[in-house]
């Protein structure tokens, strides 16, 4: 009897727990999932692109020599733009990325250089997280990266939005996102089908723009149903 009382103690435990997470789960599925939209490729989706990029002042982006951000408070960044190395800095560590090649990439912890088979565990989640927080800055200029398609999307209120799809590169090839843009091209959200969110067609904003000394535009803000990503410290240097 006391065995029946326990695993009904413990079944109410878990049922108290889970379910309201199941239905939240299942309210936020069936109010934001979308499919994938079809889109078309060609010249039209080439020139949406285009007009992104001059209304975010590419030119301005492709001479800047220096990032450096603060993602989400944890996670800070020096990036040698033009010789693609960057100092990737959490908690105690510190691990420099050569992003040409990786195998050249070094790892400190407590400042003291590290070369053990901790290093390369290191090292994997340093290009983890730069892949990430460097796309939540600079993902629109983008969209001509290798391996990217581009499509024309009509949306529901008939404008035009850009649909990217990155077939390889990053942490997760495969993922698409719809930009949505306002009159001038410049972005003011997207929406993301990606194989690390279980609903397709979530909408972050790309909002809190700063332009840097160097002019290219980044944001300092993007809000992801009620959660808020921060970018601090954002500085870009000719």
């Known amino acids: 009897m006391k065995v029946n009382k326990i695993l009904k103690i413990i079944l109410g435990i878990v049922i108290f727990f889970t379910l309201p ?59 040698d733009k033009t010789n ?13 990325l050569n992003l040409n090649d990786i195998d050249k990439s070094k790892v400190y912890i407590h400042s003291f250089k590290n070369e053990s088979d901790m290093a390369k565990d290191l090292i994997d989640k340093a290009i983890t997280y730069f892949n990430n927080d460097s796309f939540w800055l600079v993902a629109p200029y983008k969209v001509f990266d290798a391996g990217v398609e581009r499509r024309l999307v009509k949306t529901k209120n008939n404008k035009e939005a ?16 719809l930009w949505i843009l306002d009159d001038n091209g410049k972005p003011t959200a997207f929406k993301i089908w990606a194989s690390t969110l279980p609903i397709g067609g979530l909408e972050a904003s790309w909002s809190n723009w700063t332009t840097t000394d160097s002019g290219a535009q980044l944001p300092t803000f993007h809000k992801l149903l009620v959660f808020g990503l921060e970018i601090d410290s954002v500085k870009g240097i000719q």
């Open 162 to 177: 850009l649909l990217v799809t990155y077939t390889s590169g990053g942490s997760t090839p495969g993922d698409s996102y």
């Open 21 to 79: 997470s199941l239905l939240f789960f299942g309210c936020i599925y069936y109010k934001y999932n979308e499919d994938l939209p079809i889109g078309v490729p060609g010249k039209q989706a080439d020139a949406l692109a285009y007009k992104m990029l001059d209304a975010l002042d590419y030119e301005a982006y492709k001479n800047t020599n220096h990032i450096e951000w603060t993602f989400k408070r944890r996670h800070h960044y020096n990036w």
């Open 84 to 96: 693609n190395i960057c100092e990737v800095y959490w908690k105690e560590n510190k691990v420099i």
